[in-house]
């Protein structure tokens, strides 16, 4: 009886052991907080409920302001993803400067984050033409590359990884005939400065994101993934035109760890909504099978 009873405990353990894989199987990909940043707005800590119900695993911040993420304290933001189960990632800190990155750092590093992602030319560069509804940057690629550097070594030193995100005008020829995409990721410093690459820009731009992975290959560390319906518009990951599967075979090529479900704009969509039709598309593609953490 008493080996029956030790037979018993081990058959449960496998059960329990195996339900636990079997929900955690549910739990993949990253979520860009962007995409929702009205509701985090509105009401920061139902929302990331909601976000972690979903499935996703780790999130992008998009909303530090007076040294705050959505509100909350740098050690209290982490604190609250620790108890939904969310890792915090990447932070996105658009209004970075060479005089506030220290103490900006030193948020982004108390949260909890690995990644500081620089998403617009920093320090008044970026340009937006908001009848042409069209993005650029002034100072030039070579200016640019000099900041990230300046940035990025700041970012090593305090033992987070800079990365710059990209929007479509990067892999336009500016003025001098240069693409300032392939400026950047020939003169900026690999050990300091890497990419997220949105792949919708790029796809947007008419650019072929695996032609990059092969000519710069190990500098895209994050990604973004967001679809493009027939209008050319933004669409829940599955629903559009893009071959996920093709860029994502290339993964390894690419240096890709991780990845996110981005949304700029839902349209017709409930931002909640459009992330739950994302994180399915996920799956069918086969994200869910990228390494978890």
């Known amino acids: 009886m008493k080996n029956f009873s030790k037979f018993q405990f081990f058959l449960l353990t496998l059960f329990l052991l195996s339900s636990f894989h079997l929900l955690s199987q549910d739990k993949y990909g990253g979520l860009a907080l962007y995409t929702v940043r009205e509701d985090m707005e509105t009401d920061a800590k139902s929302t990331l409920q909601k976000v972690a119900d979903i499935g996703y695993q780790y999130v992008e911040a998009a909303g530090y302001k007076d040294r705050q993420f959505y509100g909350m304290e740098p050690i209290e933001f982490k604190n609250y993803l620790n108890e939904l189960g969310l890792i915090p990632l990447s932070s996105h800190q658009?209004?970075?400067?060479?005089?506030?990155?220290?103490?900006?750092?030193?948020?982004?590093?108390?949260a909890g984050f690995t990644y500081f992602v620089v998403p617009i030319p920093p320090m008044g560069l970026f340009q937006y033409d908001r009848e042409a509804k069209a993005m650029n940057f002034k100072g030039g690629a070579a200016n640019l590359a000099q900041i990230l550097d300046i940035l990025g070594e700041k970012c090593h030193k305090a033992g987070l990884k800079l990365?710059?995100?990209?929007?479509?005008?990067?892999?336009?020829?500016d003025a001098d005939g240069i693409v300032p995409i392939d400026y950047l990721l020939e003169h900026c410093n690999p050990e300091y400065v890497n990419f997220q690459m949105d792949l919708y820009w790029v796809s947007k731009v008419g650019a072929d994101p695996v032609a990059y992975f092969e000519k710069y290959p190990g500098r895209f560390k994050l990604w973004h993934v967001k679809d493009m319906?027939?209008?050319g518009r933004f669409a829940p990951v599955g629903t559009g035109t893009i071959d996920f599967a093709r860029i994502l075979a290339q993964q390894n090529l690419s240096g890709m760890e991780y990845?996110?479900?981005?949304?700029?704009?839902?349209?017709?969509?409930?931002?909640?909504?459009?992330?739950?039709i994302s994180h399915d598309g996920l799956k069918k593609i086969g994200f869910d099978m990228v390494l978890k953490l």
């Open 94 to 110: 658009s209004t970075v400067t060479l005089e506030n990155a220290d103490e900006m750092i030193a948020d982004v590093k108390a």
């Open 259 to 276: 990845y996110y479900v981005e949304q700029d704009t839902t349209y017709n969509l409930k931002p909640i909504d459009a992330i739950k």
């Open 163 to 173: 990365l710059y995100h990209n929007h479509d005008f990067e892999y336009k020829k």
């Open 229 to 231: 319906d027939e209008e």
